[in-house]
Each structure stands twice: as C-alpha cells, then as structure tokens.
C-alpha cells in the first residue's frame, strides 16, 4: 500500500513531461523554429570559387550552405545563367511574433538579397552572402524550379567588370591617340623649342632687375635712413608742442565763449532799444519831429532869403502875391 503514492506521482510526473514536451513542439512547429528550405539563386557571371558545402550567410551567422550548383542554357536567348540551390535553414533566426507568409518570403519582402563573396583571398573560396538591400530592383529570372528564387545584385566586381565592357574601347584609343599626336606637335613646334631660350633670356632680364634693385636700394638707403630720422624727430617735437597746443586752444575757446556771451548781452540791449515800447525809442522819434520842424524852418528862412536878402537887415515883409 506505501508504493502506490509513489506510482501515481511517478505517473503524473511523466504525462506532465509529455505534455510539456508535447506543448514544445507544437510552439516550435508553429514559429518555424528548426525549419529547413530549399531555395534557389540564379547568378549571370562567373561562380568560380563557390563549391557544394558553400556557407550562406546572413551577415555573417551561417543560415544554410549550396546543396546544388548547375548551368542552364536558355536557346532562345541565347545566354547562359548559373543556378545555385542551397538549404535555408531557419533555426539561427529568432522569429518574434507569428507571420501567416514564409520566413524567407518575408525577408525577401524586406529587401534580402544574395551576393557572392570571398571566404578568403589567398583560397579564392567564395560563399553565398545574404543581406538586405531594399533600394535594388527586386529581378526575378524566369526558370524552372520547384523552390522559391532569392534575389540577387551583382558584385562590386562584377559592376567594376561591366562597366569597363561599356566602353568603347577603339573611341578611347582614338582619343588617346589624339592627345599623344597633339603633344607631339607641341613639343616639336618652334615655340616650344625656342622655350629654353625664352627661358634663359627671361632669368637675364631678372637677374638685371635685381641687381638694378640692388644699387637703388644701396642708392636711396641712406637718404631713407635721414628722411626717417627726421621724420622721428618732427614726430618727437609734435609730441612735445601738441599739449602746449592744445592748452592755448583751449584758452583761445574759452575767451571766444566770453565774446559771444558778450555779443548776446550787446544783442539783447539793441532788442530792447529797437522795441516798439522802448524810452529810448520813444525820445529818439521825438527828437526826429523836432529836428524836422527845425528843418523845415530853416527851409522856410532859406526860401525868404532868397526873395528878400535884405530881410537880415530890414526885417521880413509882408508875403509877395
């Protein structure tokens, strides 16, 4: 009777370990953790280097590796396409959350794409890199295959190589060609052979122009040396005659802004002689009406004497009619 608690826990401890263990996997099954795929890339230049067992990548973390690498020859057009098939496998992506699409549908929505690129440059080894690029056209190449095509974008190489097929090389041999026959004409032509005469003539006329330079400097030395002494010293005297200068003109100020005090004081007297309600004025026109009847007397004696000069004896007479 004591074992039988010890079955029922040892029981209940195992459908508990199967239910949990149970509840793992379906979790795993449905975020698609530990989840392999096949997928397919399809490369237009050269794969050498890349072997079957080839990493693929994702920035760096190992997500699958070539399972397959084959070429197709498409008649139509003429051109030939290197297909790489490779197992993606999911279990080094951490998915967060529940996506209804595939994993890789999913990064191939958000710009993953494929590149080849060197393991090391002494092997020349070459894996499959995965990274997102999500400005670059999404190229898709029409083949036959069961599995879902990664994008791919070419190498900086392989931009490198097509550009330089680009050019036009017999143009750029023509140009060159060109430039090679112009310089050609340059240096055999008489200008440029009468250069290193030019040149030569060019440092005489130099060499003349210093020593020319030379004496003059050794000519006007001196007499700069004097105009510069003198120029110290009426510096100096200016220095010294500057202050006295300026004490006179401030004495020469002051006695012209007593003279124009007193100028307004004489201006302010004269305004007060000219006033309409002045004394001064009043007696001045006073004596102006005396001095006109006195004149106009002195007409009327000169005017009688003119008739009768005999009045400053006799005496005036009557008005002649």
């Known amino acids: 009777m004591r074992e039988n608690p010890n079955t029922v826990a040892i029981g209940a401890f195992v ?47 190992q997500v699958g590796k070539v399972t397959k690498i084959e070429l197709q020859l498409n008649s139509d057009q003429d051109n030939i396409i290197m297909m790489v098939e490779a197992v993606f496998d999911e279990k080094n992506i951490r998915r967060k959350g529940y996506g209804d699409v595939e994993l890789s549908e999913e990064l191939i929505s958000r710009g993953l794409r494929a590149q080849l690129n060197s393991q090391s440059l002494l092997t020349g080894l070459l894996y499959v890199e995965l990274d997102f690029h999500p400005n670059s056209p999404l190229h898709l190449v029409d083949i036959n295959s069961p599995y879902i095509q990664l994008p791919t974008i070419p190498t900086s190489l392989e931009r490198i190589t097509k550009k330089l097929q680009d050019i036009n090389i017999s143009k750029v041999a023509g140009q060159l060609e060109s430039i090679g026959d112009g310089i050609d004409q340059f240096v055999t032509s008489k200008s440029f ?129």
């Not at 004496?215 to 005659?241: C, H, M, R, S, Y």
């Not at 004081?265 to 102006?288: H, I």
């Open 15 to 61: 459908v508990g370990a199967l239910l949990i263990a149970i509840a793992t996997l379906i979790f795993l099954m449905g975020s698609g953790f530990g989840k392999k795929e096949t997928v397919v890339m399809v490369f237009s230049g050269s794969v050498k280097g890349l072997n079957v067992g080839a990493p693929l990548a994702l920035r760096g973390v």
């Open 193 to 321: 052979q009468d250069l290193p005469d030019n040149v030569t003539s060019t440092m005489d006329s130099l060499r003349e122009l210093s020593a020319q330079l030379q004496e003059q400097l050794a000519t006007t030395g001196p007499k700069l040396d004097t105009v510069l002494d003198e120029t110290a010293e009426t510096v100096a005297t200016a220095n010294t005659e500057l202050p006295k200068m300026a004490t006179l003109v401030e004495e020469d100020l002051r006695t012209l802004n007593k003279a124009i005090s007193a100028v307004e004081q004489s201006m302010t007297n004269v305004d007060e002689l000219v006033s309409p309600d002045s004394a001064t004025l009043y007696q001045l026109n006073n004596a102006l009406q005396e001095m006109t009847r006195a004149g106009r007397a002195l007409q009327s004696l000169a005017s009688t004497l003119e008739q009768q000069p005999e009045a400053l004896i006799r005496g005036k007479r009557g008005t002649i009619k």
